[in-house]
């Protein structure tokens, strides 16, 4: 301990009688490891945090799919991204062996009124079987019973956390309230856990719902054409392709057309899909632009080795080992690196604060990137492959090297030509 301590001082001597070195090593490192960090934590948040939810991975949207749309260019795009209507919902939940439940969900936009200023809000259609589905339990009051939709169901009302703080000032005596939304009233039974959301995917309407109301309460469960997406649990050991294939099945025998089917996606790959391949082409891009700075740093190390070589053969002809000096030269590498990615992680909070302003508005799950504690590690493991990479180049290369060719060199170097 006596030891490091001693290589850990002489380092910071060595390095602070090389300012501008030390200073452009720092800012190239803090520059590649508060970039990486940033992706990371966007990265992260977006694609490879767990969703919220109870076993996330079992988790999977469900798509009715039309062969016969793939020729109608405005319908082109969602030939596979069809929604359920409810009486093809009823079949397929009464028929269907592979999930431990299935579900509808939809969104609008509604009138809020009789609470403050009249205001538009987001308002999400379910079924009594969506919370349950997901593992969420409200925070208050309860959730729709079940036999609560379809056609003619009594308008109730849950409402998001956020709503029942600002609008009902977190009193409790909100639930069996009645709020008015498109001049119908509803009974508010339930207020739903902070943060919740289950964003409709292919809906226009991308803002959290701030209100949940039954499927039907609406009037829309009357209507044949009325749709809305499905969302299932699978059972254990159940595998996506066995979903899709009994799904399928009951899609066709149902609508009896060969062109119809079904489409069944993790609910995570589902949401995220359309950014998976750009944000791991910039994760890529910023780990190479980290490596770089790495070879930067390691350049700038060994051009500074030949002016160091004369001091360590002197260290070395006074009785100090080989594996000290490394030792001395990787610890002058792990401060560096310690420095650079301290003004990094600094970097990376401004960096990750950017990004989220400047990514589009249909990028997924932005509420869940944020600088924690699996950022700070990414951090700290990019800090020690810096540390390694840069700093046993220079190690290796004064260790090759004889102390009597390195001290004829620097005799050469500083004494009186011969006359």
């Known amino acids: 301990m006596t030891q490091q301590i001693q290589d850990a001082v002489f380092a910071l001597r060595t390095l602070r009688r090389r300012p501008m070195f030390t200073a452009m090593a720092v800012a190239t490192l803090a520059l590649g490891i508060g970039a990486a960090t940033s992706v990371f934590t966007i990265v992260d948040g977006v694609l490879l945090r767990p969703l919220p939810f109870r076993s996330p991975r079992e988790l999977v949207t469900v798509w009715q799919t039309d062969a016969r749309y793939r020729e109608q260019s405005t319908l082109r795009r969602r030939w596979d991204r069809l929604w359920f209507t409810y009486p093809e919902f009823q079949r397929w939940r009464a028929d269907q062996r592979s999930f431990v439940d299935v579900a509808l969900h939809g969104a609008q936009e509604m009138a809020l009124t009789g609470l403050g200023d009249p205001t538009e809000v987001a308002v999400s259609t379910a079924t009594p079987s969506l919370l349950p589905l997901l593992g969420v339990r409200v925070a208050l009051g309860r959730w729709f019973l079940p036999g609560e939709e379809g056609p003619g169901a009594e308008r109730l009302a849950v409402i998001s956390h956020e709503l029942w703080v600002g609008r009902f000032g977190s009193d409790p005596a909100a639930i069996d309230r009645l709020v008015t939304l498109d001049e119908s009233r509803y009974r508010?039974?339930?207020?739903?856990?902070?943060?919740?959301?289950?964003?409709?995917?292919?809906?226009?309407?991308?803002?959290?719902?701030?209100?949940?109301?039954?499927?039907?309460?609406?009037?829309?469960?009357?209507?044949?054409?009325?749709?809305?997406?499905?969302?299932?649990?699978?059972?254990?050991?159940?595998?996506?392709?066995?979903?899709?294939?009994?799904?399928?099945?009951?899609?066709?025998?149902?609508?009896?057309?060969?062109?119809?089917?079904?489409?069944?996606?993790?609910?995570?790959?589902?949401?995220?899909?359309?950014?998976?391949?750009?944000?791991?082409?910039?994760?890529?891009?910023?780990?190479?632009?980290?490596?770089?700075?790495?070879?930067?740093?390691?350049?700038?190390?060994?051009?500074?080795?030949?002016?160091?070589?004369?001091?360590?053969?002197?260290?070395?002809?006074?009785?100090?080992?080989?594996?000290?000096?490394?030792?001395?030269?990787?610890?002058?590498?792990?401060?560096?690196?310690?420095?650079?990615?301290?003004?990094?992680?600094?970097?990376?909070?401004?960096?990750?604060?950017?990004?989220?302003?400047?990514?589009?508005?249909?990028?997924?799950?932005l509420d869940d990137v944020m600088l924690d504690g699996r950022a700070l590690g990414f951090s700290l493991a990019a800090m020690v492959v810096a540390a390694l990479v840069f700093g046993l180049?220079?190690?290796?290369?004064?260790?090759?090297?004889?102390?009597?060719?390195?001290?004829r060199g620097g005799g050469r170097a500083t004494g009186r030509p011969n006359p």
């Open 393 to 407: 180049a220079p190690a290796i290369s004064v260790s090759r090297r004889d102390v009597s060719d390195i001290m």
């Open 188 to 365: 508010v039974v339930g207020v739903l856990p902070p943060g919740f959301r289950l964003p409709n995917l292919t809906s226009a309407i991308d803002r959290v719902a701030s209100i949940w109301i039954p499927l039907g309460s609406d009037g829309g469960g009357q209507q044949f054409d009325s749709s809305y997406e499905g969302i299932g649990r699978l059972k254990l050991g159940v595998p996506v392709d066995a979903a899709t294939a009994e799904t399928d099945r009951i899609v066709r025998a149902a609508a009896g057309k060969a062109e119809r089917g079904a489409r069944v996606v993790p609910r995570l790959e589902a949401e995220t899909g359309a950014v998976r391949a750009p944000l791991f082409l910039l994760g890529g891009g910023v780990v190479l632009l980290l490596l770089i700075a790495c070879a930067n740093v390691t350049t700038l190390l060994l051009g500074e080795a030949p002016a160091r070589e004369h001091e360590i053969a002197t260290r070395k002809a006074l009785g100090a080992s080989m594996p000290r000096l490394v030792r001395q030269l990787v610890t002058e590498s792990v401060i560096l690196a310690t420095m650079g990615g301290a003004l990094g992680i600094a970097l990376a909070w401004l960096g990750t604060r950017a990004l989220v302003q400047l990514a589009p508005a249909t990028m997924p799950r």
